[in-house]
């Protein structure tokens, strides 16, 4: 018997033995078990368990928790949050998180106006417009009843809760339009304060915080700016702790910049992570960053061509480990691997020609197995 024999006649062996474990009716066709059926009750799956991902920095974990509330998933959100103030027990933002999730409806007042939302707009633009931080998105949703964050539409309304940041900021903009070219007197319609900020403990005599140590305190605190000039003060080389802190310092105010509607800033943030990103081996969120930076600043013509270079290697990179593994015949994981190489560049030729291969090589072996 030939190997290609013997591999059929495996899987046929294998779907025999499936197809014999299915409960069949008097037609002899497949039938599922009814609502009666107790054994198939006890059998049913015990609710979510949700455990934080295993081996991600404090950097990649919190920017996985953020894209988790952006998704509308806040079980596994809330489990990336514990792990992450497991390891930064004095992180101001992500306790926030993990109350706004928590707390849902109940985390703003029952008071609201509403606004209509803009193009460029976003529940993150919103929150930092009246509720004195990009963060406080996921509890903005939660309050206009939408389960996913990101799924908003423009010209949807969107209800502000009426806290004290919410006032000052409505009637500041209220005066803004009907005064546009006077600036609005001090002592009326003040912008909302910031949060305070907890203080960083006096170091003492004999020693002082080590870069670590500064950096964790102004990233927790939600200090970007601050944290990226100690990072770019910094005479030394930063160690692996320390670069992670600045990737999502440098991320975090990134996003911040963005909110706000300052894009060239906020693109040469996204540079510099970039840049630590692709030093540290994180290609793939490297790619990302310099996407996002082309993105809000198109004339940068250095960071496009790093963009491009980047993007090249990449998907040359994950070509080649789909053809190893295609020669292999696992045509499955090849297939994948293309379909990311497309995802990074929708134009690579080999990819499109090799990926069309392996899925009509897959249509005829499972023609065969039939």
Not at 149 to 168: D, F, V
Not at 254 to 271: M, P, S, Y
């Amino acid at each position: 018997m030939t190997r290609v024999s013997r591999s059929i006649a495996w899987k046929l062996a294998i779907l025999t033995l499936i197809s014999g474990c299915a409960t069949t009716g008097e037609n002899g066709s497949a039938t599922l078990p009814g609502p009666g059926d107790t054994q198939a009750q006890s059998q049913q799956p015990p609710e979510a368990i949700y455990q934080a991902t295993p081996d991600l920095t404090v950097q990649q974990r919190f920017r996985q928790a953020l894209a988790l509330l952006e998704a509308g998933n806040p079980g596994q959100a809330k489990a990336e949050l514990q792990a992450y103030v497991d390891e930064r027990p004095n992180s101001k933002i992500a306790r926030d998180l993990l109350n706004q999730i928590e707390l849902a409806a109940d985390y703003f007042p029952t008071e609201s106006f509403p606004v209509e939302l803009e193009s460029g707009e976003s529940l993150s633009t919103l929150s930092k417009k009246y509720l004195g931080g990009v963060y406080k998105f996921y509890a903005l949703a939660r309050y206009n009843n939408i389960d996913v964050p990101k799924n908003i539409r423009i010209g949807q309304t969107i209800r502000i809760p009426m806290t004290e940041a919410a006032i000052a900021a409505r009637e500041a903009l209220a005066n803004d339009a009907e005064n546009p070219n006077t600036l609005p007197p001090v002592a009326e319609s003040p912008p909302p304060l910031p949060e305070p900020e907890p203080q960083a403990p006096e170091p003492s005599p004999d020693s002082s915080p080590g870069p670590s140590q500064v950096l964790a305190q102004h990233v927790d605190a939600g200090n970007y700016e601050q944290a990226i000039t100690a990072v770019e003060n910094f005479p030394g080389e930063l160690s692996k702790e320390d670069q992670q802190l600045a990737i999502l310092a440098y991320l975090s105010g990134a996003d911040e910049l963005e909110a706000a509607g300052q894009n060239i800033t906020a693109a040469k943030r996204f540079v510099s992570a970039a840049t630590l990103l692709q030093a540290t081996g994180e290609a793939d969120r490297a790619l990302s960053a310099y996407r996002s930076a082309v993105n809000l600043n198109p004339a940068d013509v250095k960071t496009a061509d790093a963009y491009a270079t980047l993007r090249k290697d990449l998907a040359n990179k994950y070509h080649r480990e789909a053809s190893k593994a295609f020669r292999a015949q696992e045509l499955d994981t090849a297939i994948s691997i293309w379909d990311r190489v497309l995802e990074i560049d929708e134009n690579h030729a080999n990819a499109q020609v090799y990926r069309a291969q392996a899925l009509e090589l897959k249509e005829r072996l499972s023609t065969l197995n039939e």
